[in-house]
Structures are given as structure tokens and as C-alpha cells.
């Protein structure tokens, strides 16, 4: 009880709304907080405040399922109970949470809500006077209400029998003999309710109940009703007092009030505290060997914590983890190649080569019946369906899918765990994972492994490998665990944009599989199959709503995204589905106001369906729903001057197109390189350069005023726009010798063509890789013609035979060949001005 008689409550509260029970003047209830109003409650308010007052907040049951609660705020409790802050727990694990500690004073009602944000603020009216409490025990209802005063005399007589059945060696007990004896009568209501088994609803009751007679009326029953019930069970149980002590188990460390007598013990739904429970649990957790003993062991340290103290807490959430970790639980496997092969297809639009490697993969796992073997990591730009790939794996073999998200990832206890003894240590996401999914057999998608980093933290790559090495991971130890869980059941695969940046030692374990862009083609029937009526679905919304045709896909693909994947094509139509959601809602909202006119007895409306539907998005909508186009084809106009040719590059995100510009000014013979470089590229333009200056003279190349030596007097600058990545400059020899060779000549390269490939000194041209997502990009962008070397002809079957029949490919084995090619009309000079040109057309 608090001090301080004819202590008024502040007129203004600050509100925590509960799920977790419901405190009752005079009784002392922990709470679990961690919605944001909540956590905002303790934060700025409990945490900042200096005085009495401000530690004083009211409580309201929160009564609507915990399971629809949702951001606004719910119709309040009429009636909350004012209470004072006694301590205040902070933790972040499982996520942020504090612990608070309240002793209830008095009820009080809400007037008025003063704001809802960043936490409940209200004007609120005391119900209950808290002078009462200062009141003699002897003093107060009995002798002034007749009716009232028996009522709390027969309660009194309830609470005294009740008593005499207990055990009263135990402390709470001796605590409440004591309480009952000093205690005003009319707090006993409240403060036995809280005590003995009471259910939330029970309490609610009382705590509705404001006038003391009511109150009496509403308690006395469950007063009663625990009697009975005990007297009850000493009946059954009449083997000595060693028994009855376990039937009246009262709490251990609990400190009255706000403790409960265990008397019924099958009952164990609302109060989370009960070691008892536990200690059933963690045998019931099927946990191996060791396991076990490290939790009995935390447990019976636990018994001997005061709740207090912030390691109980500690304490607490590690065995509520070990409890709930699947030790030993599994979903079983299902897999039936014919149907994962239909499931895979009718998920996914073409990547043929892809599902048939998984096919493969998961058919030899199903007869072997072993996991181990090498890991599948998928590889291709961002939004080509890696993810989504995972996922249906999953679903083939019914299993739980998880991904982990290990981009930026450069500590090594983001895997592996922080040990306990550090403040705020929690699990890795390896075994949090694990407890998400609540099985011991999931599909883990180690989402791009490309870009773990590394940092004084350790290396998570390595740890990495532990966890994926099928002779360790059946005995991985999380340094928050601190006990080996057996990993070997989980199917872990892996993807990322690049091997490039994989640790090799990772990369060692894994089968690549490269998952290469979209054509338009492809991305067409992608939408149209899958992203539009998926999306439809997200948003509510049907065909007979929304019709988006083929013509208006192939807009936003060439005029709203550039990309190898479908993912901002997927945002796009997202933003149309919400437009047109508008707008649909809107037409319900007339057709209802419509519907409100009285019009006799005419035959309903259709008021799912407003007249004009469906909506159709032609380029019009488009251009109001995205705004104007983001990208026009640009190619053709920059090549308006001599020295710029179009390359191609490769980069982790797919193909990409990057003109390479170059001006020459008067100068000593100084090359200048600016934009995206790395050494090679620095190698590649002296490599062309040299390769140039050797043949200017067969080429007719000169320098500013005519001279055959193009770099006399003369600097050259070199630009290379941001994209391609370092390791790809060698497949830009082809583009700068171009380039220079337009420069030097003062003619123009052909608008309409692209080109890759590495080149020698000699002037040959030597294969490079990427070729698949470097054609699609020269496709995406318009170009017509593409030059390859000639050893990477193979590739070109790699293509999709549209593209094929649309692209013209130039196969070059040297520089000559290329120059021709380049040229509108050939390039002058070169050897097949004199015979024929090495076209292969159509192919
Ligand atoms: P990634 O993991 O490669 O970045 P996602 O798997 O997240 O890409 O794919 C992005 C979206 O595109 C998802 O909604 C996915 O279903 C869809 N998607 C990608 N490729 C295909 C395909 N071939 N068929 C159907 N949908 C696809």
C-alpha cells in the first residue's frame, strides 16, 4: 500500500492498455509491454519522470483480442485501475520489451481521451477514495450500512476460513494472516480477488464493480467457490502434509500482494511465472541429453532468483527459448517429383534450365534420403525469382520456408549468437529462425551471401561454413545456447547477384546456378501469368475490375523500368492496383449512397460493380497513374559525334549498356581517363591505344591536324559512365578501340549496334563472359546489331530464339573484323573491305 492519506491521483493519466491481466487496488501485478504506445508510455514518461506523481499511470484492460489488434486505438475499458510504478525492467530480447511492476491504488474512470499519440493521455475521474486505506481495520462499512456491513463481515469470515485451511509456514500466507488482520474490510474485496484463483474475466468484475456492495456481492462467490474447491481436493488427497503443501503450492519468490494460491493445478493459462510450468515444459521440450541439464540446471538457479532482479528476466527468456526450440519436432516430407515439377511450373514463367537442376537436385535427395551434398545457390540480378524459387522448394517438400537476410551481415554473433553474459546477447539468427518456423527440418534461404562483410566483430562467412558443413552442423553451438542444436535437417540454400564477392571457402560448398534476366518477351508473359493476378488478389481487387491489356505491359516495361528482373515491373503494377482500388472503393461508396435513395421495389443493383467496369489501363492511364515515361529510347541520339560507341557490361544486377565517350584536344599525348574505372580498364585503353597507333596508318587514323600519328600533339580523354563492375573492364577493349577509331577517323559508329569483348595487343578479340544478360540489355535498349567475339558464339544459343530472330549478331576474332562491322559501309582500311564481311545474320 502507498502512503499519503487523501492522496488525489492526478486528473490527467497516462493510459497502458493490457492484454496481460488485471490489476486491482491494492494488489501488485507485473506487466509485459511492448506495443509502441506502450513502450512510448514507459519511455517518455516513466523513464523521464522525477516525481511521485509521474510514476503514477492508469491501467486498462485491453479487451480486444490480441490477435486483431491493430495500430488504432480500441473502444476503452469504461473502468481502469490507477496504480504506481514500482519498478521498471528494460529488455531486448525476444524484441524490445520492458517489465513494469504496478501496485494498484484506486479505480478511475475515463472522462475524456486528451490525445492518443505517442501514448494514451486522458482526463480521468478517481472512483475510489484512497483515505479508506488509512483506516483502521475495526473502522469503516461494518457499522455504518446494515446491509453492507454483514456483507463484508460474512467476506471477512470467508477470507478467515480460507486462511485456516492453509499452510501457514509458507511466507504468503503468514503475509496475508497478516494483511487480513490489518487491512480495512472494505479493500478486501479487491485485494482477495487478486489473490486467490481468479480468472481476468472474474477480475474484470470486480474491477466494474464500483459500489462496495457490488463488489462484495460479485468477490464473495470466488471466495467461496475457492474454499470449496480446496476443501475438495483435501479430500482426494489424503496422503500427510508433505501433499497438501504441493496442492497449495503457492508461488515461489512471490511477494504478497499479487500472488496467487496455485490451488487448482491444471489450470495454468494466465499468469506466466509459475516455474512450475516451466519445469513441466523443459521435460516436455524433448530436448536432448545435455540440453536438458543446462536448463535444469538455470531452472533451479531461477527458483532462487527474486524476480527483481534483472538476470531473472535473463534467466526467464533463455529457457523460454530452450523450451521452445524443435529439438526433436519435424514436418514430414511430402515430395513428389511430377507434382513439385507442375508446382515449380506453375509458379514460375520460364528459368526451364533452373527447374530442371532442381528437380534433379531434389530427386536424387529423395533417394538418398540424406541432405548432404552440395548447396544450391542461386545467382542473377535482383527480382528474377531466386527467392520466390526458394520458396516453392519448400512448399514441394512441405516444408517451413525461412529466409535469412545476411546482407551486411559482417558480424560473426549475427549467426552464431552473442554469449550470454553480455547485456542485450540474444541468438543468431540461425536458431531464431529455428524458433520462428517451430520445426527442426526447414527450407533456409541464405539470402545474398554476396554481401556478408566482414568487421573486427569476426567473420560471419565462417561461421557460415560451420553451419553449412554437413560433418559440424549437426552439432551447432550458438553462443547464446550454449548447447548444440543438430542443424543437419535443414535445407539451406543460398543466393546472390554475384559469385564475384563470395567468400571462396563458401563458395566451395555450393552449386551455382545462374539465373540470368527477362526478356520483354518473357517479362510479358510473366506479368500477365503471375504478377498481375497476384497482385489483383493483394489488393482486393478482380479481373472483372481491372484490366491491364499486353500492350499497356509492354509500355511499362520499356518506358517505366530498365531492369533484368520483374521486381519494380511488379511495383508498377502495384501502384496501378492501389489507383484503381481508389477508385473502385469510390464507386461503392456512390453506388451505396444510391442505394439509400428510396426506390421502391426496383430489382438490386449490382453494387459490387460500379457501370464502367472494368477498369482498362491504356497508356493514357498509365501516363496518370506512373506519371511520364522514365526512360526514352535514348541510344540513337547520342551518337551524333565522332568517338562514342555503345559496350556492354555486366554487373551483379544484370546486363547494362555504358557508352564510351572520347574528345581529344591539343595537348602532349596525355591520356585522361574519368568515370567508372578500375586498373584493367586503365589497361584496356593503353592496349587500344598502342593497337591503334601501331595501325594508323592501314586505318587512315591521324591526329587533330591531319598527322599519322594520332597522339602527337594531342591528349586524349576517356570516359567510361558508373556501372560495370572493375572486374568486367577487359570486355570493354572492343568499345574503347571503337571509340578512338571513330575519334581518329572523324567517323560515326552505328547507332544501332553494341559490343563486347576483350582484345590483344596483336588486335585479337578474346572471349568474355555474361553474354546472355549483356544481349538482353542491347535488346532492352533498342540496338540492332550486336558484335561478340568469336569464341563466344556458343553462348549465342544460350537466347531465346525471338531474340536471336530479331538481333543481327557480328561474331568477330579480331579488331578488323570489328571495325568493319562497326562502320555504316565498313571501315576503311580494314581487310574486308577488300573481301566479304563476316556477318552472320539471323542466326
Ligand atoms: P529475387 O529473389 O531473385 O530478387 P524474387 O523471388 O523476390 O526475386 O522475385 C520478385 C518477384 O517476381 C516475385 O513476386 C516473384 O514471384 C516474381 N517472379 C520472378 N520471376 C518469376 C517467374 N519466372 N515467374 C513468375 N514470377 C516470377
Redesign the pocket.
Known amino acids: 500500500m502507498t502512503s499519503g492519506g487523501g492522496i488525489q491521483i492526478p486528473s490527467r493519466l497516462p493510459l497502458l492498455l493490457t492484454h496481460e491481466g488485471v490489476l486491482l487496488p491494492g494488489s501488485t501485478v507485473r506487466f509485459s509491454v511492448d506495443s509502441p504506445r506502450n513502450m512510448h508510455l514507459v519511455s517518455q514518461r516513466l523513464l523521464r519522470g522525477t516525481s511521485l506523481k509521474s510514476t503514477i499511470i492508469g491501467v486498462i484492460p485491453n479487451t480486444r483480442d490480441p490477435e486483431h489488434d491493430t495500430d488504432d486505438l480500441p473502444t476503452l475499458h469504461k473502468i481502469g485501475t490507477a496504480g504506481i510504478a514500482v519498478q521498471v525492467v528494460g529488455s531486448n530480447w525476444p524484441k524490445p520489451h520492458y517489465t513494469l511492476l504496478i501496485t494498484g491504488l484506486c479505480r478511475f474512470s475515463v472522462s475524456s481521451l486528451l490525445k492518443e499519440r505517442p501514448f494514451v493521455l486522458a482526463e480521468v475521474v478517481q472512483l475510489d477514495k484512497l483515505e479508506q486505506y488509512m483506516s483502521p481495520a475495526t473502522d469503516g462499512v461494518a457499522t455504518d450500512d446494515g446491509q453492507l456491513g454483514e456483507l463484508s463481515q460474512k467476506f471477512y469470515q470467508a477470507a478467515v476460513q480460507l486462511l485456516g485451511m492453509l499452510d501457514m509456514s509458507v511466507p504468503v500466507v503468514a503475509k496475508f494472516r497478516r494483511l487480513l488482520d490489518s487491512l480495512p474490510r472494505e479493500t478486501l474485496p479487491d485485494v482477495v480477488a487478486s489473490m486467490i484463483r481468479t480468472s481476468n474475466k472474474e477480475k474484470l468484475q470486480v474491477l466494474d464493480a464500483v459500489s462496495l456492495e457490488e463488489r462484495f456481492k460479485k468477490a464473495l462467490p470466488m471466495l467461496t467457490r475457492q474454499i470449496e474447491g480446496l476443501k475438495l481436493l483435501q479430500k482426494t488427497r489424503k496422503t500427510g502434509p508433505d501433499n497438501e503443501k504441493r496442492v497449495l503450492s503457492v508461488r515461489k519468490g512471490g511477494v504478497f500482494p499479487g500472488r496467487q494460491f496455485n490451488l487448482d493445478e491444471e489450470d495454468e493459462d494466465d499468469d506466466g511465472d509459475d516455474t512450475a510450468v516451466l519445469e513441466r515444459k523443459v521435460h516436455g521440450a524433448n530436448m536432448p541429453e545435455a540440453a536438458l541439464r543446462v536448463c535444469l540446471k538455470e531452472l533451479k538457479r531461477l527458483k532462487k532468483m527474486p524476480q527483481s532482479m534483472p538476470e531473472y528476466a535473463l534467466t526467464r527468456n533463455y529457457l523460454d527459448l530452450m523450451v521452445e526450440l524443435p529439438w526433436s519436432k519435424s514436418t514430414k516430407d511430402c515430395l513428389d517429383i511430377r507434382a513439385a515439377r507442375t508446382l515449380l511450373d506453375n509458379?514460375?514463367?520460364?528459368?526451364d534450365k533452373l527447374k530442371r537442376r532442381v528437380l534433379e537436385y531434389l530427386a536424387v535427395r529423395q533417394l538418398k534420403t540424406s541432405l548432404k551434398g552440395p548447396i544450391l545457390c542461386?545467382v542473377?540480378?535482383?527480382?528474377?525469382?531466386?527467392?520466390?524459387?526458394g520458396r516453392s522448394i519448400a512448399r514441394t517438400l512441405g516444408r517451413e520456408f525461412h529466409r535469412i537476410a545476411l546482407g551486411g551481415v559482417c558480424d560473426q554473433s549475427d549467426i552464431r549468437g552473442h554469449r550470454r553474459t553480455y547485456v542485450g546477447s540474444m541468438p543468431g539468427r540461425i536458431i531464431n529462425g529455428l524458433k520462428t518456423v517451430g520445426v527442426n527440418n526447414p527450407v533456409f534461404l541464405l539470402?545474398e551471401v554476396d554481401k556478408l562483410g566482414k568487421s573486427l566483430q569476426g567473420d560471419p562467412a565462417a561461421a557460415l561454413l560451420e553451419v553449412l558443413d554437413p560433418e559440424q552442423n549437426h552439432s551447432f553451438t550458438d553462443h547464446y545456447l550454449n548447447v548444440a542444436f543438430d542443424l543437419s535437417q535443414v535445407l539451406f540454400i543460398a543466393?546472390a547477384n554475384t559469385t564475384a564477392t563470395i567468400p571462396p571457402a563458401l563458395l566451395d560448398r555450393m552449386e551455382v546456378l545462374q539465373?540470368p534476366g527477362?526478356t520483354q518477351e518473357?517479362k510479358v508473359e510473366?506479368a500477365h501469368?503471375?504478377?498481375i493476378p497476384?497482385q489483383l488478389e493483394q489488393h482486393g481487387l478482380t479481373p472483372q475490375q481491372l484490366h491491364i491489356p499486353q500492350e499497356t505491359t509492354q509500355i511499362i516495361i520499356s518506358r517505366y523500368t530498365r531492369e533484368a528482373?520483374?521486381?519494380s515491373l511488379?511495383r508498377k503494377i502495384g501502384a496501378i492496383c492501389r489507383a484503381v482500388a481508389v477508385k473502385v472503393t469510390e464507386g461503392h461508396r456512390v453506388t451505396k449512397t444510391e442505394a439509400l435513395i428510396p426506390e421502391g421495389p426496383a430489382e438490386p443493383r449490382d453494387k459490387a460493380a460500379p457501370p464502367e467496369m472494368p477498369i482498362l489501363i491504356d497508356h493514357m492511364a498509365l501516363k496518370d497513374i506512373l506519371g511520364l515515361p522514365l526512360f526514352e529510347m535514348e541510344v540513337s541520339e547520342r551518337f551524333t559525334l565522332p568517338g562514342v560507341a555503345l559496350g556492354l557490361a555486366w554487373t551483379p544486377l544484370g546486363g547494362e549498356i555504358m557508352f564510351v565517350e572520347a574528345s581529344r584536344m591539343e595537348g602532349e599525348g596525355q591520356l585522361t581517363l574519368t568515370g567508372q574505372l578500375g586498373d584493367v580498364m586503365k589497361e584496356s585503353a593503353h592496349l587500344a591505344i598502342s593497337w591503334l597507333r601501331a595501325n594508323a596508318k592501314t586505318y587512315q587514323l591521324t591526329n587533330m591536324v591531319g598527322g599519322p600519328d594520332p597522339l602527337e600533339g594531342t591528349d586524349i580523354h576517356l570516359h567510361f559512365p558508373a556501372g560495370a563492375v572493375t572486374k568486367d573492364g577487359p570486355s570493354a577493349g572492343v568499345t574503347i578501340v571503337t571509340c578512338l577509331a571513330s575519334l581518329f577517323s572523324g567517323r560515326l559508329v552505328r547507332s544501332d549496334i553494341a559490343m563486347t569483348g576483350e582484345i590483344t595487343l596483336r588486335g585479337l578479340v578474346l572471349p568474355v563472359g555474361g553474354i546472355k544478360d549483356k544481349v538482353l540489355a542491347a535488346y532492352r535498349a533498342g540496338v540492332k546489331c550486336v558484335i561478340l567475339p568469336k569464341r563466344n558464339e556458343k553462348d549465342l544459343e544460350e537466347l531465346p530464339a525471338n531474340i536471336r530472330a530479331d538481333l543481327d549478331f557480328v561474331t568477330a576474332a579480331n579488331l578488323d573484323e570489328v571495325l568493319n562491322a562497326a562502320f555504316e559501309g565498313g571501315f576503311p582500311g580494314t581487310a574486308s573491305t577488300r573481301t566479304h564481311p563476316q556477318l552472320t545474320s539471323k542466326l
Open positions: 509458379d514460375h514463367y520460364a528459368m542461386f542473377g540480378p535482383p527480382g528474377v525469382g531466386k527467392t520466390s524459387v539470402d543466393t539465373v527477362y518473357e510473366i501469368r503471375h504478377l497476384n528482373g520483374v521486381r511488379e
